[in-house]
């Protein structure tokens, strides 16, 4: 079945198709625009405002002029934290199994599907990672669409780049092609012929700073030496500045260094790991540019002032050493000019090139994540907690705009808060086919309005699961035993308290069993599928 004929049988498809219905229509009221933009494993000390030293003026300018959040919690992995950004659902109810790999469930409706409905312009550029086949964004709400439907790719030449639903590879041929300019490139447009009259909600996912490690090698000259202090030495200078601009509690403990990670006056490629940085700090700056092109585009358009963009990032930095002899659909056999890749972190094999597939490695990714423990795949702080920039001149109370809210959010957040200020319904009160969202509008804090607590936050993900309830936290990695911390008093998670506080460990835990019993299925969907296509073969 096909995303049409699936929204018609669940009494979606004349919202769709003619704006028709009153549970779905948009209520009165001038409506802003929507940017969502979202970074691929950065972690939360990367960014100017949020402590780093890499050049991301453009952002910052963001942060300056908008709201920053310093509670904001992703997902372990792209996977969940893309489903649950376009849906406001969590991924134990979200995904499916598709025919490539996870997928949307079709009973959850994307922030795409419900805009259109309301009347909005859709579009998309960049990195999918939600499944392929049917389940593709030009099918799931997205009027436009550029971009890769695979996890990660050079950034020179992307296997699985489409425009709408079309094989777009040859595209990458040009010889000035780069994945980060390419999605600036595409957003731009879809800005500037987007009619005035119609409001726009533009998703921008780059893969930025996923690996590989590939940047223009006058990017990666500009930040040559910067990192000659080594991995020891910058997180200490982050978590000066992290405390100094008010990210972090003066409280905060820095974590020490992973015990994986040999102290930097140990480590014998000093070189080659600087490259690394080099050329991870590289990509964050180009597309931290492109996203101030985009930001120009909206100006010149007049549309800055009514827009909501919001910036965060999927997961922590990853940790992962990319290993020569790792395969996969992503990876090219040569470049574009058809000379052998020599893919693997290998120590005097510098990055940067299209020749080269590599990582930043662990020691770096422990950087990234300062001030916090673990990395993406894990639920501990370092792989979940992440920046959060709201830019909305129209909508921020001026005296809130440059300043950090303490506000709990959480990924689930971002639907309801977008649907919300869109005055667009979501169609699950008036469906019972359509799942309604696990999150909740964080609107009023634009305005300095009060929330009750935030609910209950969960993960399960890869190599790590966590409920945080309040000011506790229980983590497990690895299916290692769980612990409990107390997130105002250590937020590091240094002190793990199950000893101390047995019974509020059991508590959380059967919380968070509860709410894992509660996913669905994940073959439910096909089935249902498979059953209705017998059942019109019989007809």
Not at 395 to 416: E, Q, S, Y
Request: proline share 6%; with cysteine; net charge positive.
């Amino acid at each position: 079945m096909n995303r049409r004929d699936f929204l018609k049988d669940v009494g979606f498809g004349a919202v769709v198709f003619s704006l028709a219905g009153p549970a779905f229509a948009a209520r009165k009221g001038k409506r802003p625009n929507i940017v969502l933009i979202m970074s691929d494993d950065m972690g939360i000390s990367d960014l100017g405002c949020y402590g780093g030293e890499i050049d991301t003026p453009n952002l910052d300018a963001l942060a300056a002029g908008g709201l920053k959040f310093r509670n904001f919690y992703c997902e372990p992995m792209c996977i969940p934290a893309r489903a649950t950004l376009l849906t406001g659902i969590y991924e134990n109810k979200s995904l499916v199994r598709g025919q490539d790999g996870q997928a949307l469930r079709t009973s959850c409706l994307s922030i795409g599907e419900v805009l259109k409905s309301a009347g909005y312009a859709t579009a998309m550029s960049g990195k999918w990672h939600l499944g392929g086949g049917d389940n593709i964004p030009y099918n799931r709400g997205f009027d436009k669409y550029f971009g890769t439907i695979y996890g990660a790719g050079s950034f020179f030449a992307p296997l699985s780049l489409m425009r709408n639903n079309k094989k777009a590879e040859h595209e990458y041929m040009a010889e000035d092609f780069y994945y980060t300019d390419a999605i600036a490139d595409n957003a731009v447009d879809y800005i500037n012929h987007t009619p005035s009259r119609k409001p726009l909600m533009l998703y921008v996912a780059y893969t930025a700073a996923h690996w590989p490690l590939h940047a223009w090698p006058e990017d990666i000259e500009k930040y040559k030496g910067k990192y000659a202090m080594g991995w020891d030495e910058l997180r200490r200078q982050r978590f000066g500045r992290m405390k100094k601009l008010g990210v972090i509690d003066k409280n905060t403990k820095l974590s020490p260094r992973d015990p994986d990670v040999p102290a930097w006056k140990d480590e014998p490629h000093k070189d080659w790991q600087q490259r690394r940085m080099e050329v991870y700090a590289a990509q964050i700056d180009s597309m931290d540019r492109s996203i101030g092109r985009i930001i120009d585009a909206l100006r010149e358009t007049g549309r800055l002032d009514d827009t909501i963009v919001m910036f965060t990032t999927d997961n922590g930095g990853c940790h992962v050493e990319y290993g020569p002899n790792r395969k996969g659909d992503f990876l090219n056999e040569t470049t574009r000019d058809g000379i052998p890749l020599e893919p693997g972190n290998i120590p005097g094999l510098m990055p940067g090139a299209e020749v080269t597939f590599q990582s930043y490695g662990r020691g770096w990714a422990n950087a990234s994540n300062t001030p916090y423990r673990l990395f993406k795949l894990y639920a501990h702080q370092g792989g979940i907690r992440n920046p959060l920039i709201v830019h909305w001149p129209n909508g921020i109370k001026p005296g809130l705009r440059g300043t950090f809210t303490g506000r709990t959010a959480h990924m689930i957040d971002v639907m309801p808060t977008v649907l919300e200020a869109a005055n667009a319904r979501h169609p699950a009160s008036a469906n019972k086919d359509v799942l309604a969202m696990d999150g909740k509008s964080f609107l009023p804090v634009f305005s300095g309005k009060d929330l009750p607590p935030h609910d209950p936050m969960f993960w399960k993900w890869a190599s790590g699961k966590a409920v945080i309830d309040g000011k506790w936290k229980l983590a497990s990695s690895n299916k290692k035993t769980w612990e409990l911390y107390n997130l105002e008093d250590d937020p590091t998670e240094l002190s793990d308290l199950t000893g101390r506080y047995p019974e509020k460990a059991k508590d959380l835990e059967t919380m968070w069993d509860k709410w894992y019993q509660s996913g669905l299925d994940p073959q439910k969907d096909q089935v249902k599928k498979t059953q209705k296509a017998k059942s019109k073969q019989k007809k």
